[in-house]
Structure formats: C-alpha cells, structure tokens
C-alpha cells in the first residue's frame, strides 16, 4: 500500500503529475509554503488549495507531514473568507500510503504504545474534517493505503485523474486497515464493495471507482475539474452550505470514535507478526510475501 509498491509501476502514474501548475500563478496567493504541506488560495481567498509536498516519497503519509496538516487546518478555520478546499499531492501521486521504515518501527514496539501511536496518527489527517468548508479530493495519480482513507475520510467530494491508481493494499502486507477504512468505505461504497476492495487489496482504476462511487468523478485535468467543483459551492449561499455541510457529517462521524479505536487496537495486533514483517520487508526488496500466520 505503501510508496516502494509504485516504484516498480512507474508507468501507471506518469500522467498524475501535479497537475495544478497549470493554475493561474497570479491569481494564487500563498499562505504558508512549509516543505511537507502547503497552501495557497484561489478567486480572492475563497478556495485554499492544500497540497501534500514530498513528492519525492510520492508524498507518504509521515508524522511530520500530519504535524503540518493539522497546524495549517487550524490556522485555515479561522479564515471567515474560506469558502471551499481542495486537497491534493505534488509531483506524481496523491499519496503513496505511509513509510516503509516506520512500519517496521511499529514491529519492534509494543501494542500498548501501537495502539496510541496509532490513534494520534489517524488523527493527524482526518484533522481535514474539521475544516467547516466542503473539501474536494483531486486524486492527482496513486492513492493508496492511508493516502487513499485520507481521500476517503478527509474530502467530501472526490475526482480522479483518468489515469489514477487506487486501493486499500493493508492486507497485502500483513496489515489490519486503518485511518477510518474500515469506517468510511463501507458508507460511501457500501459493504459488499468495501469487504472486497478490503479484503483482497485489489486496485482499481478511475473508471472503475466512479462506477462504485469512490470518486464523484474521473477527469483527464482533475485540477480544472475540481476548481469548478469548488467555485460551484461558492455560487451557493454560506450558510445554507455550512450547515449542509456539517449535517452530511455529523452522520458520517456516528461510531467514527468507536471505528477507529477499534482500528488502532486490530493494527497493534498485527505489529508483532512475523507475517507483518515479511509483507514490508517483501515490498522493500521487491519480491512477492510468503505469509505463514504467525
């Protein structure tokens, strides 16, 4: 699920370049440009375009990199002018999932300590629900793993590039799903979908995802396609937005709480396998996991 996976399928997600270079520059004014995340904004401040920006680690989900999020989605709370967001990745990906060598980091803990770690990571990212504007997904090239449950659980509306990769590859690599996955998909996608993307790790392409309703829609320029998205939104009356806005979630965060604890404590039971171990391992070296269940 995870970045060293699209190291050797390059050629999926050549076409997710960043995309929103293509905006026009003098229109953006930048609010903060921090190395792991930054923000600037769109139609005189009406729209903040969020954009994770490691691309050299096909921008992975990294504690660092969540630190930044949520100091910037606080700051963003207090802009009375935001009417919308727009979340996306630099470079080549959305997001390649989490890090290889903090995974391996959570093998040699303890559940006790996994369990919390856990916890305050998932929060790091789905701190994007707590931004009171609607929030479009522009799922720029892969998402997977924890960059896929952050597309899920963190944008309300989502587009992808017509060449983009997405899925849920925890399983593949000895892991419970976390982040909300197990919470979000089943909603938005329903159960039946959701065990199976969750269940076999499989990937799925634009075509397929809007046809599951994973993505609203697929676009050859996700970037102009969801700047259209969110200046739709700004044509509709504030409050009216808001308070829709706050009650499609107030129902998507019924058991959120109970979800991810539930997460986190099936995760820090998987740290300790000798199968969580070789799934990574495997992916580092490039090879195909032996899992025995232990």
């Known amino acids: 699920c995870l970045i060293h996976f699209y190291k050797r399928n390059m050629a999926l997600v ?6 929103f270079r293509r905006l026009p520059k003098s229109k953006l004014q930048e609010r903060n440009n921090s190395s792991l995340v930054t923000t600037s904004f769109q139609d005189e401040g009406q729209i903040a375009l969020i954009t994770l920006n490691n691309p050299g680690k096909l921008n992975a989900l990294t504690e660092p990199m969540g630190d930044e999020l949520t100091e910037q989605v606080h ?14 990745g630099a470079g080549k990906a959305f997001s390649a999932g989490g890090d290889l060598d903090w995974l391996l980091a959570r093998h040699r803990d303890t559940p006790e300590n996994n369990f919390e770690i856990m916890l305050k990571f998932y929060n790091r990212f789905l701190v994007m ?10 799922i720029n090239g892969p998402a997977i793993g924890a960059g896929f449950c952050l597309a899920l659980g963190g944008t309300d509306i989502r587009v992808a590039h017509t060449k983009a990769k997405m ?15 197990t ?46 998205i969110a200046r739709d ?3 509709s009356a504030p409050v009216s937005v808001s308070t829709l806005l706050k009650t499609l979630r107030n129902k998507q965060n019924i058991n959120l709480d109970q979800s991810l604890r539930r997460e986190s404590e099936a995760q820090a039971e998987c740290y300790p396998t000798n ?20």
Not at 76 to 84: E, G, P, Q
Not at 129 to 138: D, H, K, N, W
Not at 167 to 181: D, E, I, N, S, Y
């Open 183 to 228: 919470h979000f998909l089943p909603q938005i996608a329903g159960p039946q979908v959701a065990a199976d993307l969750l269940l076999t790790g499989r990937l799925v392409g634009s075509e397929e995802a809007v046809r599951l309703g994973l993505v609203a829609q697929a676009s050859d320029s996700c970037a102009d396609t969801s700047l259209q």
């Open 129 to 138: 629900r707590e931004l009171p504007v609607p929030i479009i997904g522009a």
């Open 275 to 294: 199968d969580l171990k070789e799934g990574v391992t495997a992916l580092q070296e490039k090879r195909k996991p032996i899992f025995k269940g232990d």
């Open 14 to 19: 050549k076409a997710g370049r960043n995309l």
């Open 233 to 235: 939104i700004c044509k």
């Open 167 to 181: 899925g849920l590859t925890f399983t593949k690599l000895g892991l419970h799903p976390g982040m909300a996955a």
């Open 75 to 88: 700051q963003l709370k207090t802009n009375k002018d935001l009417r919308a967001a727009i979340l996306t």
